[in-house]
């Protein structure tokens, strides 16, 4: 068995997140670990002793708590200094990027230059502290965040480039912007603001409302939310058909947890109904969410790929016309060892894209957070990087969004704010993106004002500042 052994600090008290800490193999594949805190140290074991690059929650002053790679690192007896590897890491990923982009063409700003500087020199000067194991951490601080600096820098930088250069191919670049509309049809108080910041509304098929009694089906709140979406002259993004969230599938289906066959036969059945009701009203069919990970029904990978792959062939047998889509969940796999997979996200999206069976793009949900089944929060590089890896599908990509920033310089609603005016532009500046969803309209119910329920409305309706960006990327970069 192998062990890591990773200096912190002199603390009683383990880091935040401590048991989100992953060491990926080179295929991004997850090793099945065991953490274990012993102050100063966090112990990693594993089965293997392979190299690779562990994956840890640390604290930025610009990011709040975000998710950090090392470079790779191998076995070894010495204890690594853990923030000394993030930075290390953190800062090699920003120079090579920069390599890379400066080679395709792209003009760098002229601030990155010395924040790359400062970084190398105080990694330096933390590598060279090894017998003040404290003043290295502070050194290896200071290189962490002037990197992530450097990483908005240049990110900043290639969106606005990026996204020029997309736009004079296509003077209007295609993509679409908007919001899923939940249970929700706004009122005429919210509604003005949520139609000027899109041009795509997702309207959810709630298997679990929609079906709430076997082979009784109910249609009335879909029928008026699709009716409002198409009178206010809105794309619809149809689904997910079926979203694979405990929440959501009906409470009879759990009796036939264990019979796969019925199960397919439920679900395709299901899918059918609502394809050829609503044929010819939608413009892309979301298919199912979740299905690489299947939350709400214990299944393994074969039997996932079968039934995306039956729900996909359902769709077409219908309409062969109206693109359709599969929503992946945790796209960078950091649930992988949670829910029994053995295929990362890509590799499974690749494997159903490889079957053509009429899969034509791609949704990828990030409900970024630190609660179980969310994607872990990165800075804007690893998104990039992210999204490179999706690109080889050759595919169309659109992102379902859902952030919960933890920063700690201004309020939750402020910090949702700045999270996607920092994020939306380099996502959208990915030619593979062709659309982005917010995940969420509203707040739940009850919702205290002083608190973040994650929507761009507010509880009680009141549009926050979020929606304002939502509203800028939509004019700006939106159909």
Known sequence: MGRLRLYVAAEPEPPPFWEKIQFLNSDGLPFRTRVKWESPYLLVDRADTESGQLTAVWSSAQHGQIAISTGTIMERE???????ELARGTLNRLRNQVALWSLAGMQMPEELAPLQKAAVQWLAKSATSAGDLEGGNRYAQLCLELALQGISVLCGSYSQQALAARQRQNSKAPILIGTQL???????SSATPVLEAANTLGIAFPWKRIEAKEGQYNWSHTDKQLAWAQAHGKRVCAGPLIDWHAESIPDWLVLWDDDYEN???????????????YKGRVQVWNAAAKINTTPALQLNDDKRLHLAGRILQTVREIDNKTPVIMTIDQPAGEGLSDHGGELTPWQFTDTLARADLGLTGVGLEYRIGFQAGDALPRDPLAFCQQLDIWTNLGIPVILFLQAAPTGATSSSVQQQRAWLADYGPTLLSKPTVQGLLWNRLSDPPNTPADQNGLGILTAAGHPKPILTVLRELKVKYGV
Do not use: C, E, G, W
Not at 182 to 188: A, F, K, L, T
Not at 263 to 277: A, E, F, I
């Open 182 to 188: 939940q249970d929700v049809i706004p009122d005429n």
């Open 263 to 277: 199960l397919l036969s439920m679900t395709t059945d299901y899918v059918k109904r609502v394809v050829t009701r």
């Open 78 to 84: 010495a204890p690594y200094v853990l923030v000394r």
